[in-house]
Every structure is written in C-alpha cells, then in structure tokens.
Nanobody, 123 residues
Framework: EVQLVESGGGLVQAGGSLRLSCAAS????????IDWFRQAPGKEREGVSC????????YYADSVKGRFTISRNNAKNTVYLQMNSLKPEDTADYYC????????????????WGKGTLVTVSL
C-alpha cells in the first residue's frame, strides 16, 4: 500500500521555525520527486517546493524562497521541509506528494498524496 505521511505541523509564532517530514512507503522512493503543496482556507492549493529524484535539484515558490529548505534522505524514505522565518500567511494545510522523477510543482502531475499536516503561524 502506498503511503505518504506528513508530520511536524503545529502552532508557531511569526518568525519561528518548523520542520515538516514526509515519510513514504509502498513505492520505489528513489524514483520519485517529492513535492510540498499547501492550501489555506478559501484559497487554491499552491506548490511550495520540490526535490527531484535524479540529482536532488530543488525548487521553491517565490513566496518561500530563502526561508524554506527541502531535503531528502533516501535511506529513510523521507523528505523534510525546514521552514524558517514563518509568517502568518504561511498558515495552511501542508501536503507532500510524489511524482515520477522530475519536479513540476503542479497538482495534476502527482501520482501519490499524503493527507496533510496543519501549520498555523500566529502574530
């Protein structure tokens, strides 16, 4: 059974940090790029970051560039999203997703999805 399980969400004050984890199982993790998306109440889902499977290339939305860092540990089948200098506008449900090899940061391109973890940033 394919699973992507997010963890690490919570409540943090503006300027603080959180590290999200995405643990994968049930598929060949090394063959997949892993994306992070987020969706705030009343807003469309937004691609946040992606790390490719082939060479570990990383991609970020402009809104998080310089504040978020994505990484992966293939030995643990896990991807991390380190989020620093958090802002209230970062408040959202955060989802990880898997797509074959290359990063697209497009929802329609994902093969597998996790159920999400909530991040709330207070003033």
């Amino acid at each position: 059974e394919v699973q992507l399980v997010e963890s690490g969400g919570g409540l943090v004050q503006a300027g603080g940090s959180l590290r999200l984890s995405c643990a994968a199982s049930g598929f060949t993790f090394d063959d997949y790029a892993i994306d992070w998306f987020r969706q705030a109440p009343g807003k469309e889902r937004e691609g946040v970051s992606c790390i490719s499977s082939s060479d570990g290339s990383t991609y970020y939305a402009d809104s998080v560039k310089g504040r978020f860092t994505i990484s992966r540990n293939n030995a643990k089948n896990t991807v991390y999203l380190q989020m620093n200098s958090l802002k209230p506008e970062d408040t959202a449900d955060y989802y990880c997703a898997a797509e074959t090899k290359y990063c697209s940061l497009l929802s329609v391109g994902m093969d597998y999805w996790g159920k999400g973890t909530l991040v709330t940033v207070s003033l």
